[in-house]
């Protein structure tokens, strides 16, 4: 099994990232997925959840309006569109599966 998160980086506030997990090594289509973010000195937590049939399952309060999450399962692949980043959602940012599966995680950094 493998989760690779991509499409990290610096981005001033304001801007906007969108990451991908792309997954292999069991059924995507039949899992809900995972958004999770990690900030320095804090604890894990669940920014965004999509059920297998592309439903959002939840969202964190701080970032309704600014973040979507969606997937497709042709590509075996979770999204993460964050727009109108703030200094706050620095961190790095990790998928999940259902299964309990993670990927490695990747930086974003909101700064000007």
């Known amino acids: 099994v493998q989760l690779v998160e991509s499409g990290g980086g610096l981005v001033q506030p304001g801007g906007s990232l969108r990451l991908s997990c792309t997954t292999s090594g069991f059924t995507f289509s039949l899992y809900t997925m995972n958004w999770y973010r990690q900030a320095p000195g804090e604890e894990r937590e669940l920014v965004a959840s999509i059920n297998n049939s592309g439903e959002t399952a939840y969202l964190k309060d701080s970032v309704k309006g600014r973040f979507t999450i969606s997937r497709d399962n042709a590509k075996n692949t979770v999204y993460l569109q964050m727009n109108s980043l703030k200094p706050e959602d620095s961190a790095v940012y990790y998928c999940?599966?259902?299964?309990?599966?993670w990927g490695q995680g990747t930086q974003v950094t909101v700064s000007s």
């Open positions: 999940k599966s259902r299964q309990g599966y």
